[in-house]
Each structure stands twice: as C-alpha cells, then as structure tokens.
C-alpha cells in the first residue's frame, strides 16, 4: 500500500478480499475518490477488522476466495460493521450470492453482482458520499472509543465461536433439511382461494410471454415479478432462495439484488434464515405483502380479468 493512501485526500475505504485482487481494488478506491486505509486478506479478517477508527466504507471481494474462510469472516464482518455503523460495497460472484444474502443483506450493504469497474465505482462513490465526514484516525478517536472497540473485538470473537460450535451441532442433530424452491413444508395459506398458486404462475407466464414477442428488457419489473414468485411459493408450500428469486426477476443479478434491498425496507419482504445451512437465506413475503396479493387477486376477480 503506498503512502497516497494512507494519508491522501478521500473517504476511507478498508478493503477484504484476496491478496491477488488488492491492487485492483485499490484502483477502484481512487477512481471513487476515496483512498485504501487498509487492505486484509480474507485468512485476517478475525484480527484486523476492528482495527480502521471511525467510520470506513468496507469493499469486499469475493472472488477467488474459500468458501469456508468467507463464512467465518462475514460472520465477523457483519458484527463489527452493523455495531459501528460501516456501509459495505460487497463484488461478488454469481455463486456467491446466497452465502453474502444470508450473511450481510441489509439497508447498508450494496451488492454487485459479476459488476463492471464502472459498477463498482459508482457504487463506492456512493457509500462514499453517504458516509462523507466519517472515518477518523486513531489519533482523533473520542476518550474510550479504543476501549469499547477492544470489548466489542472480543464479544464478536465470542459469538462467532459459539455460531461455530451451533453448526456443528445442528449438522450432527438434523435430520434432512429445508430444501430449496418447491419443497413443501405444508403452510397453508389463510384466505386463499384454491387455484390462486396456479393463478400467479399463470400471469408470471403471461409476462415472460411478452419477450418472445417484442425482446427482452423492455417490460422490467423487478420487484413485481419478484413479488409474485413469492407469492406463488407461499401457496405452494415452497421455500425461495435469493439466488433464485435474483433469477425470477429476469434481470442481472445486480438489479435484482438492489429490488430486493428495496422491497425488504418498504416493507413487503423479509429474510428467513435456513435452519438447516446458515450460509443460505430464504425470501418470503410479511404479511402485508400477503394481504396486499390477496386483495389485488380478489380484485382482479371481481372486474372478471381472470
């Protein structure tokens, strides 16, 4: 890391992923205006993530890193960064997606999925600029804020060590678990009609129809088509991923992502950890959500539209 960014102009960035990867990422930094206070490889998150004062953006890089190394340090991630109030610009891969959902999916949390350099600027100029005035040094942190960043180091440790044990446990204890998309687990819906699943896929259907006709990306509605898979799968019984749901979407993954953030602060979805892998997360939808389909096919009925 050279002097410029250590002491240059800039909101500081603390960025974690591959060695390999770090002077892209700190070309990327600089590009956005901000400067790489430090760099921590993935096998080092559990020592230095607490280190950077104040208030960094973090970038992280998953590509090219262990699955299970990546598990433990976004355990640690997430603590650390919801406590201190960090934003984070996460650039991932595809297969990713799922493990980052379950770990960091959040208001705070950007995520970029297979993201362009241009992607990734723009997205840390962003958190940048919506973090702007944070990020002290260790010279101008307030009396005692070393000190609760010490005893915050050492809870985290603790929690992620008892997550760990909990793992292993659960993996020992269970029994088969919750599968993805179109396993049952039997939850009846209240005041559904019988037919409505059909009903939903039948107009999931009649949207994907139209790209056949007139191309793609012309009738982009993420969050609706989103919400409609889900729906769907709640009357079936089903569970969704949130590489699944990226793919119900019909648009990149990144987009998707963002819908997803989107709609979990309005409100309409939220996030069900997998109680049988904690490296996955499932979407379904809150009851609004729910009251709201109900009442817009009940309404689609009454004008006669299906």
């Known amino acids: 890391m050279d002097e410029q960014d250590l002491y240059g102009g800039g ?51 998953t590509h090219g890193a262990d699955a299970g190394a990546m598990e433990i340090a976004l355990a640690r991630i997430d603590a650390v960064a919801t406590a201190l109030d960090w934003p984070i610009v996460v650039s991932m891969a595809a297969a990713d997606i799922d493990l980052i959902a379950a770990m960091l999916l959040g208001p705070r949390v950007a995520m970029l999925c297979d993201a362009s350099q241009l992607e990734l600027v723009a997205a840390l100029a962003v958190a940048g600029a919506s973090n702007g005035g944070a990020g002290m ?23 992620a060590e008892a997550l760990a044990r909990l793992s292993v446990d659960e993996e020992g204890e269970r029994r088969g678990g919750v ?11 209240a005041r559904a009609q019988a037919g409505d699943a059909e009903l939903v896929r039948r107009m999931i259907r009649a949207r994907r129809l139209r790209d056949g006709f007139f191309g793609g990306g012309l009738f982009e509605e993420p969050g609706w088509d989103m919400l409609l898979d889900l729906y769907a799968a709640h009357l079936e ?25 989107k709609m979990s602060e309005a409100g309409l979805f939220a996030r069900q950890p997998d109680p049988a892998d904690r490296r996955r997360a499932f979407m379904v939808l809150t009851e609004p959500a729910l009251e709201g389909m109900r009442g817009y096919l009940a309404a689609l009925r009454r004008l006669g539209a299906f």
């Open 11 to 61: 909101f500081p960035v603390v960025v974690i992923g591959a060695a390999a990867l770090a002077m892209a990422a700190g070309d990327a930094v600089r590009q956005a205006g901000g400067r790489v206070l430090r760099a921590i490889d993935w096998a080092a998150v559990a020592e230095q993530i607490g280190q950077p004062a104040g208030r960094p953006v973090l970038m992280i890089d």
């Open 179 to 189: 599968g993805d998309r179109h396993q049952s687990f039997h939850a009846a819906p």
């Open 137 to 159: 040094l260790h010279g101008h942190l307030r009396e005692g804020e070393s000190e609760r960043l010490r005893r915050l180091n050492a809870e985290v440790a603790r929690i």
């Open 237 to 261: 019984g089903s569970r969704v991923s949130v590489s699944s749901l990226c793919i119900a979407a019909a648009v990149a993954p990144t987009t998707a992502l963002r819908w997803i953030g």
